[in-house]
Structure formats: C-alpha cells, structure tokens
C-alpha cells in the first residue's frame, strides 16, 4: 500500500459516492529529504519541499479553477493527541463545491503533468475526505 497514492478500492469507493456533495478535503504532508523523480525525469535536484511546492502551484490553480478554495495552509507544529511518532511537516484544508469538481480537477491534463513533483517530494501524505456543507469560506 502507498502513503503516497490511492488504492483502487479508495478510488472506486470515493467515485461511488453524491457527485453534488460538497468537500473539504484534510491533506496532512511529510516531505522526503532529497526528492526522488522517477529515472526518465530530468529534473534538477531539489529538497521533497521544493518538488511539492512545484506540484502546489499548479494544484491552487486548479482547485480554484473548479470553484474551489483553501481553508487553511500552512506547517503542522505538534501533535497533540496521537502517536507522537507520526510527524507531519504541512496540512492544508481544501473546500471543493463538489465531488464532481475534485474528479474534474485531478483529470486535468496539466493537473496530471504536476503530479510527478508530488509524488517525488512526499514521503507520506493522508488525504482524508470530510462533509464539506457547512463550509464558511472566508470572505475576499
């Protein structure tokens, strides 16, 4: 099993599901040292953080391409109740207006290309999907 990508059961459970529903999704990042890319890839090297924020940058697009937006980004600090062995380097909070619009999202051509910097900057990550309904978004 990966820590870094879905299994084919996650993905047909999570398809299976309202594609109306509102989400909010909890992402919880830990970075690699050192990215690793895939051998093909010609990438210059570059700390997990920086392949990810290369990744990011494209993902905030995309997000608020499909009428998405960001709760929260930022460090994780402490764990504060939990296994204190599990650490965590970044969580973000992600508000999609639908099921549908995160499928959508992740299907995206230049969605897809970004990819390769996630899965060379993450040592694990948990996505974890929440009842996005009562989302207030702060507003701009």
């Known amino acids: ?7 084919r059961q996650q993905l047909e459970a999570f398809a299976k599901g309202d594609m109306k529903q509102p989400l909010a999704m909890l992402n919880l990042l830990r ?3 050192v990215a690793t890319y895939d051998p093909g890839d010609k990438e210059a090297k570059r700390s997990g953080a920086e392949a990810y924020a ?3 940058a494209v993902a905030q697009q995309k997000v608020r391409e499909v009428g998405g937006d960001f ?4 460090p994780a600090q402490q764990t504060f109740i939990g296994p204190s062995d ?8 992600v508000y999609y207006p639908s099921r549908e619009a995160f499928l959508r999202m992740v299907s995206m051509p230049d969605y897809q290309a970004a990819t390769k910097h996630r899965r060379a900057g993450l040592a694990a990550t948990r996505l ?3 009842d996005g309904t009562h989302v207030t978004l702060p507003k701009k």
């Open 86 to 93: 599990v650490k965590w380097d970044m969580m973000a909070l």
């Open 71 to 74: 709760i929260y980004v930022g």
């Open 128 to 130: 974890i999907q929440c």
């Open 1 to 7: 099993m990966s820590d870094v990508e879905p299994t």
């Open 54 to 56: 290369l990744y990011g």
């Open 31 to 33: 970075f690699k040292e």
